[in-house]
């Protein structure tokens, strides 16, 4: 069965600490690794797609890697804006649809 | 802007009645999907739309319904007979086949049924 496992569940950062989350996957034909970001009540925002391992994506503070078994989003430097629940998402290769599989996100608290 | 829109933001309803959720998309996506999202776990599919007049089942779609009569909108319909319709109910738009396969999330209905 396709699965996508998170973590840490929940990490805490002082602003200025760097650190980075896991995402590992079992996912049969990866045809796609996504991240997203939520805040509280609102709908997840998408981040970065990787598709091959070795690929890497930058976005001010974020960086997305990815290898055959899993993916991390890295954070630099994380300020108390980055305070999050980061979500990321596999879509497999089994049949002709866009499902995605969500894992259950980590929650990052940066504090000042 | 282009973007995803759903309404209403709060939903409260008696047990034992219908209610649906509107969604709607001007991205021209032709995909379009639900999720509901409840504390603790990821985001589970309720039903999702390839093009317009086709839809299939998710992984919980029982006590659910939906349409897809245009390719902008895509309502959900909490049935009576879905047990636990408390939640928060998520609508997503992706290009598809056409283009990149990352999806697009509307603001949320936060749905609670007493």
């Known amino acids: 069965e396709d699965q996508v496992t998170q973590s840490p569940e929940a990490l805490r950062l002082q602003e200025g600490e760097s650190s980075s989350l896991n995402c590992s996957y079992t996912?049969?034909?990866?045809?796609?690794l996504f991240w997203y970001r939520q805040d509280p009540g609102k709908g997840p925002e998408f981040l970065f797609t990787?598709?091959?391992a070795g690929e890497e994506k930058e976005k001010e503070r974020l960086k997305a890697t990815l290898t055959k078994k899993e993916s991390f989003l890295h954070i630099t430097a994380p300020k108390p804006e980055d305070s999050a629940t980061y979500l990321c998402?596999?879509?497999?290769?089994?049949?002709?649809?866009?499902?995605?599989?969500f894992g259950t996100g980590t929650l990052l608290a940066v504090q000042p | 802007d282009g973007g995803i829109t759903q309404s209403p933001k709060y939903l409260f309803r008696k047990e034992g009645q219908n209610v649906t959720l509107s969604c709607e998309q001007n991205?021209?996506?032709?995909?379009m999907y639900w999720y509901r999202q409840d504390p603790g776990q990821g985001l589970r599919l309720i039903y999702y739309?390839?093009?317009?007049?086709?839809?299939q089942k998710g992984d919980i779609a029982e006590g659910y319904s939906v349409s897809r009569e245009k390719k902008e909108s895509f309502p959900l319909t909490v049935t009576s007979a879905q047990k636990n319709p408390t939640a928060f109910y998520l609508c997503a738009s992706s290009q598809g086949t056409a283009g990149g396969y990352e999806q697009y999330f509307g603001p949320g209905t936060r749905l609670t049924v007493t």
């Open positions: 739309s390839q093009i317009v007049n086709d839809f």
């Open positions: 996912v049969s034909g990866l045809r796609g």
């Open positions: 998402a596999a879509r497999g290769g089994g049949g002709a649809t866009n499902k995605l599989i």
């Open positions: 991205l021209n996506h032709d995909a």
């Open positions: 990787l598709y091959s």
